[in-house]
């Protein structure tokens, strides 16, 4: 069966026909009811997916307001999705039809993605939740992805109505129980099935080898060390089971506060300073323990402020910085602007579109993120300190702004493997709690923040504007923002590996059951078919010349440093004496005693900061060395992928970035195969296996929403924003006037 | 403020290796060694802009600009190679005339940081350590004296500056621009775009676009139908010389229908002035100008032009607004820059342009219905909106021949007052508008037009330079008046005589489009976009013949198009049956009460017997949403060079250098000639004069 379950009304060889409707009126729908039943598609269920109730005559508008289309089927749900059966499209043997994704289908919504649903009542639309005394007749449902549905529900039964609503209801936002995670029953199901995958080289960091693989990649090992006395989480539930700390530093300290008020490392520098992170220590009110936390600090202050360690310099995330309220609020705000339900919504808001865009202060967020990264990477690669992130529990904003420095100074994590060992290294392994902060269970609104997607949303600033900087492109980033709501990964569904590993068996002293070994997103097989997955891939990305020989032979462990500038020795500063002060702050921001404003806001910092900056943007751009976002006014912009692509009314036909890009992969292969060419003269070696063929490499008009949004295509009436085009006899009638024809035009 | 206050900083270098060419007689050396390429490091000459035979500034007043010396120079300045491929590919960069000049600001740089605000007549009041040019254009030009050892003529080099451009001012007011002489000795050239001052010209045009039912009106040959209307323009072919001069009496200026466009499909695109309401027509007169409407077709769709676009003073209201918000100091917080930016409305003002435009396109190609654009003066908007009609609809103009025909045709033949536009102190830059519209289209195409980016920039910055009469002066009239090229006939009117005569026109037969005369051959290789598309291109279009979808309607339907949607006219003119004023203007009106009834139940108020068509394969449908509207930021950020930054599009050009330079390599193995060569020769004179 290979996970294709097939349910419901056994018409599934039958060929679909499209069912349009358009003004439909209940007893066209019920004459027609026999032939709709009889026309229904197969649903198709992954393994361990279990059916929960159905709804049939479920009208899903295509598009809203003038146009008023329908398709006619069946609205489902099953424990890992909302689904809806209509008659296939026409299929369409196009060039974006192949950008499918394999698990979620263009009509499949999965539980964790719904965002918001609302009913309408008489033409009220009101938010839906808890128990119904009145069932709607039409269902909108906002997406975590920005998709919106419509489902009109005025033809169905009423038994139906009221078992699909409150089905969809209960199992999108009641609150969960983590074993109840579809992750579970999928993984079980399929255990014969995942195959892992060998070819993938992301660094997992669940072994005491990646770890001491990438110390010895950023040559951090001279002064840092792996240790494993977490293992099997002894010592704390929140660090995963291994990771780096500085090399004097004894276990004892390690122990003493669960791990907290330890300064572990996250990445080294070319010349040796090092990115470390630290949890706060628990606040406390007693004079005694504070005296306790003080001592103990200062022993750790001694060892990392000795030489060879570089000068720490502390940036406390928690209390200088964002808040994660102010992150929740802003994409709040920032995502209703994409949430459109009727197109009159949309064009009554597009006239303020600037005003509005600035007064949710999500790309104000984006900038001071990548503010904050350029100053630490000011920090570390200019001053030549050590920057130490503190934070209360090192996972939200720690792990933001520390993979932010990575990507923008190692060119390594610009690569799609690196990209992903990032991910691993900082966010699962780091903690990052995506159970909680995507709400995943559905447990408390409050902890709902996205600050994995803030990350996403500043690297594709990046990657827009050094494009040839990144092996992956901006629809990588699309997929990989969606991938959090699939729950057959266990990488986003965790708060940590703790967590991971005791549910999923690993840990347990129950030899009986066998630990399950669920998916990880980094399979793009999984989503993509290999034709689809070369979109993810930047033609325009080219490997460090020297690198790619070292890759050519394929050796995993033989990942070079890309910054090849040497080791040097840390600069004996005269400001050593200065440092009594800072460490004093230091002090004081992790006993918790906030104080703010002290020390960042100092102006020679803003000076370095600004020379810094400049001076690097007056250079040309390295593309395998460091990269400085641009990050003024103009110059943070809206991910119109992500944001705009469900949006019909955004759709340009033959444009976007699309055109370019189709001319660049057809040159780029034109190039690649005159110089295997040329080599073949030269050398007369063997030939190089030709690209497989891309998606792109079509003269067809692509639109600019691509590869997204497949049904808008059908819209090739232009949008008008007073009304819009009324559909004016359809192409037959137009078919029977043929003959009538007459040309007026050189009367 | 993030950006501080930095611009391109240069410092003057004491002139060595070109001496004198800050002194050149403006371009008078051009003539003789076109085919040598210019050295792109000319450098430029502040004076560049002053009177014929009055460029005696003294010696060392003319500083040469030089880019190699740095002091802090921004990002991508490490030397002219390096800049001519980078950021700003346009030597012009040094190149400021004197009217472009918007302001002028002295730097006093004894720590007090003092400026000094120079307007022409006005006197230094100390020795200047930087003097800072704001171009109109958007371009900043910060001369430094210091550090170029100038330091003692900063005071001299300053007054003569202030002192060209009071001058200049002056001769302006008087004379009109005047011209330089740029390239007098070349007198042989021929236009490399059609310049529409000859029957030939049109009638070649009117065979091009395929116009069947259209003939080339000599009506207007002495300029005494209308002086703001080009000698010669096409009307249809069954209305005679007679009744064109009678219908054209009854519009605004004298400026009746003329056909802008034919589609393949068979409809057309018409432009004329607003109804002269207060003329009082017979007859015989409204029968002319409803022929002329008409031209054939049962249905003609007015367009209100005026409606929903901006007015003229919003126009300009909104460009000194965004001038003001695109300067390097200026003092909006990064974090307040978006709705600053909406507050300049400008780029409200494209987007209502690119809606207007595409409203209509769909109307004539895929609806295939006559539109005839309807603006009272007929030379500002309505040039606007037929030529980014024809840009969307007509591959053909989306070729750099094409668009340079295109903007000779709809803007300089046309009669659009570019002297009092782009001049002055009241400018409402209609035309910079129109640019940044087709740059809309680029970013939202990048495969579809021919030219690239650096093709607008050139054409946006040449408004101002004073080479070529093409932007100087406000009608053909005057731009044939001031080249001499009827001096021989105005006085005697022979009738059927459609061409002037040979050798008459001199050397004022060079138009902006000479683009040699300003640009390096590197740099008019940058006009050509490298991401374009061929396929996609005017051959591969025209063939497929277009099917006709026109539907016969009820006779002479006439459609009001307004505020998004199509409202019937009981009539074409407003003064059929009541000659008198007040009936006429209240008949003119669409019937509210009628009108609003079926939009409500008709929502475009189509007539249902036009059938939806499949939109035309050549036909572009610009997105105007908030999001995509964007800031033509290397134009109007120029002044801070921190926001330039690469584009993917260089990125194409990289790769078709690797390209040829790979098939360069392998011809030479290879003698026969490699098959899979379609990349180009890229040589400026087929990129610019293949046969337009």
Redesign the interface.
């Known amino acids: 069966m290979l996970g294709k379950g097939v349910v419901g009304g056994g018409g599934g060889t039958k060929t679909p026909k499209p069912s349009f409707v358009s003004y439909v009126r209940p007893e066209e729908i019920h004459t027609n009811e026999k032939e709709v039943t009889e026309k229904e598609v197969t649903l198709h269920l992954l393994p361990g997916e279990q059916l929960l109730c159905e709804a049939s005559a479920v009208l899903k508008y295509v598009q809203e307001e003038s146009c008023q289309r329908g398709v006619c089927g069946r609205l489902v749900c099953t424990d890992f999705k909302i689904a809806f059966l209509g008659d296939d499209e026409p299929a369409l043997d196009n060039a974006e039809t192949q950008f499918k994704n394999k698990i979620i289908g263009e009509n499949d919504i999965t539980l964790h993605c719904v965002d918001q649903i609302f009913g309408v009542f008489d033409e009220k639309k009101k938010s839906l939740f808890g128990q119904l005394k009145k069932y709607p007749e039409k269902l909108i449902i906002h997406c975590k992805d920005l998709r919106v549905f419509h489902f009109c529900l005025r033809y169905t039964k009423e038994e139906e109505v009221k078992r699909i609503v409150s089905g969809i209801i209960h199992h999108t936002q009641a609150p969960k129980l983590l074993k109840r995670l579809f992750l579970f029953s999928y993984a079980a199901a399929a255990q014969s099935i995942i195959a892992t995958s060998p070819k993938d080289h992301t660094v997992m960091f669940d072994t005491l080898k990646d770890w001491c693989w990438e110390l010895e990649r950023t040559k951090g090992n001279v002064k840092y060390k792996a240790v494993s006395v977490n293992e099997g989480y002894r010592i704390c539930e929140r660090l995963p089971a291994y990771f780096v700390v500085p090399t004097p530093l004894p276990e004892e300290d390690v122990r003493r506060f669960q791990g907290h008020g330890i300064p572990i490392w996250c990445w080294s520098c070319h010349n040796g300073s090092a990115l470390l992170k630290m949890s706060a220590l628990p606040k406390e009110q007693d004079d005694v323990i504070l005296q306790i936390h003080k001592s103990f600090l200062d022993g750790i202050y001694k060892i990392i402020h000795r030489p060879p360690y570089e000068i720490v310099k502390t940036e406390d995330l928690s209390s200088n910085f964002l808040s994660l309220q102010e992150i929740q609020t802003a994409y709040s705000k920032f995502k209703q602007l994409f949430l459109i339900d009727n197109s009159t919504e949309f064009w009554d808001t597009d006239i303020k579109w600037f005003s509005l865009l600035e007064s949710s202060s999500w790309l104000d967020i984006i900038r001071r993120c990548l503010k904050k990264a350029i100053e630490i990477t000011e920090c570390l690669e200019a001053q030549n300190v050590n920057v130490l992130l503190l934070e209360e529990n090192a996972s939200d904003l720690c792990c933001l702004i520390s993979s932010l420095v990575q990507v923008m100074m190692d060119a390594h994590c610009r690569t799609k493997t690196g990209f992903q060992s990032l991910i691993q290294k900082e966010w699962v392994m780091g903690g990052h709690c995506f159970l909680d902060r995507c709400n995943h269970l559905r447990q408390s609104d409050k902890e709902e923040v996205p600050v994995f997607l803030l990350f996403l949303d500043c690297v594709w600033q990046l990657v827009h504007q050094f494009p040839p900087a990144f092996e992956f492109t901006e629809t990588y980033l699309t997929v990989l923002s969606d991938s959090l709501y699939i729950p057959i990964f266990s990488t986003f569904f965790f708060n940590s590996p703790h967590q991971k590993d005791t549910n999923m068996g690993r840990e347990s002293l129950d030899t009986q059951s066998k630990p399950l070994t669920p998916l990880t997103v980094w399979d793009w097989s999984v989503q993509f078919e290999p034709k689809a997955q070369t979109l993810l891939k930047n033609p325009l990305y080219v490997e460090k010349p020297k690198l790619d020989k070292g890759q050519r032979k394929g050796m995993h462990s033989k990942h070079r440093r890309q910054l090849s500038l040497p080791l040097t020795q840390p600069k004996s500063s005269p400001k050593r004496g200065f440092f009594r002060e800072e460490t004093d702050h230091l002090i004081k921001n992790l006993l918790g005693k906030r104080i703010s404003k002290l020390i960042n806001s100092s102006d020679e910092l803003q000076d370095n900061f600004r020379e810094f900056y400049d001076n690097w943007h007056s250079k040309p751009t390295d593309y395998h060395g460091l990269l400085l976002p641009h990050i003024e006014g103009p110059e943070i912009k809206v991910w119109a992928q992500r944001y705009l692509r469900w949006i019909p009314e955004a759709q340009i036909l033959g444009g976007g970035r699309v055109a370019t890009m189709s001319k660049l992969i057809e040159m780029m292969e034109e190039v690649q195969s005159l110089q295997e060419k040329i080599d073949e003269r030269h050398h007369s070696q063997q030939r190089l296996q030709a690209e497989a063929p891309c998606l792109l490499r079509n003269s067809a008009r692509l639109s600019s929403l691509f590869p997204f949004a497949l049904l808008q295509r059908h819209s090739s009436k232009p949008i008008l924003p007073t009304s819009g085009w009324k559909a004016l006899g359809d192409e037959e009638d137009l078919a029977k006037r043929e003959d009538e024809f007459v040309d007026l035009g050189d009367v | 403020m ?3 206050g ?1 611009g391109q900083s240069f410092n003057i270098a004491p002139h060595k290796e070109e001496p004198e060419m800050g002194l050149r007689g403006p371009k008078s050396d051009q003539g003789g060694r076109m085919p040598e390429p210019r050295s792109r490091r000319l450098g430029g000459c502040l004076a560049s802009g002053c009177l014929p035979g009055n460029h005696a500034l003294p010696m060392p007043l003319t500083p040469r600009l030089h880019p190699g010396l740095h002091l ?7 030397g002219p190679e ?1 800049l001519g491929h ?1 950021d700003t590919p346009l030597s012009s960069d040094y190149d400021f005339a004197l009217v472009n000049i918007g302001r002028l600001e002295a730097v006093d740089g004894l720590g007090l940081s003092r400026v000094q605000l120079l307007r022409p007549g006005s006197q230094l009041k100390f020795v200047p350590e930087e003097l800072l040019i704001h171009g109109r254009d958007f371009r900043l030009l910060r001369v430094g004296f210091e550090a170029g050892g100038l330091e003692p003529q900063a005071w001299q080099v300053t007054m003569a500056i202030v002192q060209a451009r009071a001058q200049s001012s002056q001769a302006q007011q008087c004379l009109g621009l005047p011209l330089t002489k740029a390239g007098q000795g070349s007198d042989s050239r021929k236009p490399p775009i059609p310049l529409l001052e000859t029957s030939e010209d049109w009638e070649f045009e009117r065979k091009k676009q395929g116009a ?2 259209w003939r080339v009106s000599t009506v207007n040959e002495r300029f005494d139908v209308a002086t703001s209307l080009p000698r010669y323009f096409l009307v249809p072919s069954r209305v005679l010389d007679s009744e064109v001069r009678r219908a054209f009496g009854h519009f605004h200026q004298g400026r009746g229908p003329r056909l802008s466009w ?1 589609h393949p ?4 695109l018409l432009r004329c002035g607003g109804f002269y309401t207060a003329s009082d027509p017979n007859k015989e007169d409204i029968r002319a100008v409803e022929s002329m409407l008409q031209a ?3 249905d003609v769709v007015l367009v209100d032009v005026v409606d929903e676009l901006p007015g003229l003073a919003d126009v300009q209201l909104a460009h000194l607004r965004l001038r003001a918000l695109c300067v390097p100091d200026s003092s ?8 600053a ?2 507050g300049t409305r400008w ?2 003002y494209v987007r209502s342009c690119l ?1 207007k435009a ?2 209509i396109s ?1 109307l004539v190609t895929s609806r295939v219905r006559s539109v005839v654009l309807q603006e009272r003066g007929d030379r500002d908007l309505n040039g606007l909106l037929s030529s980014l009609v024809q840009l969307l609809s007509a591959p053909e103009a989306r070729t750099l021949c094409g668009f340079q025909s295109l903007v000779q045709r709809e803007w300089v033949a046309a009669g659009h007052p570019f002297l009092t536009r782009l001049g002055g102190t009241g400018a409402t830059p209609v035309f910079l508008l129109f640019l940044d519209c087709v740059w809309q289209l680029l970013q ?5 037009f021919e030219f690239s980016e650096f093709f607008l920039l050139a054409l946006h910055d040449s408004v101002r330079v004073p080479d070529t009469l093409t932007f100087l002066r406000n009608t053909p009239w005057e731009r044939g008046k001031q080249s001499g090229q009827f001096s021989s006939y105005t006085q005697v009117y022979t009738p059927g005589y459609s061409h002037p005569p040979a050798g008459n026109s001199i050397n004022l037969q060079l138009s902006v489009w000479d683009w040699d005369l300003r640009y390096s051959n590197e740099q008019i290789l940058q006009f050509h976009n ?2 374009y ?1 061929p ?2 291109g005017p051959d591969a279009w025209l063939p497929r013949q277009q099917v ?5 309607g009820p006779p002479s339907s006439v459609w009001l198009f307004s ?3 199509l409202t019937p006219l009981h009539q074409l003119c407003p003064w059929r049956e009541s000659p008198s004023l007040l009936a006429v203007s209240s008949r003119w009106l669409p019937r509210m009460a009628v009108s609003s009834e079926s ?1 409500a139940d ?3 108020g ?1 007539p ?1 017997h ?6 035309p394969p050549g036909l ?4 105007y ?4 509207i964007r ?1 033509w ?1 290397r134009c109007y ?1 120029r002044g ?1 060079p ?2 330039q ?2 584009l ?2 260089l ?2 050009s990289g ?2 250098d ?2 040829s330079h ?2 360069e ?2 011809r030479k ?1 290879t003698p026969r000639a490699f098959p ?1 060569d379609h990349s180009k020769k890229r040589d400026p004179s087929t990129i610019l004069s293949h046969s337009c």
């Open positions: 993030w950006w501080g930095r802090g120079l921004p990002h991508g300045w490490q390096y980078l069947r039912g034919h499909g068979g409809s057309d054939g077709h049962s909006v917080a990064e974090d307040k820059w978006l709705s930016l909406e780029l409200d809606r595409s409203d769909v939202q195409f990048p495969a579809e490298p991401g598309n396929e996609h006709s979808f026109l539907v016969p505020k998004g949607a939009l008709q929502e475009w189509l249902s036009w059938g939806a068509c499949p939109l572009l449908l610009p997105g949403l908030g999001p995509q800031l930021r950020l801070r921190e926001v930054m690469g993917s599009a990125t194409v790769l078709q690797e390209l790979l098939q390599l392998l193995w899979g």
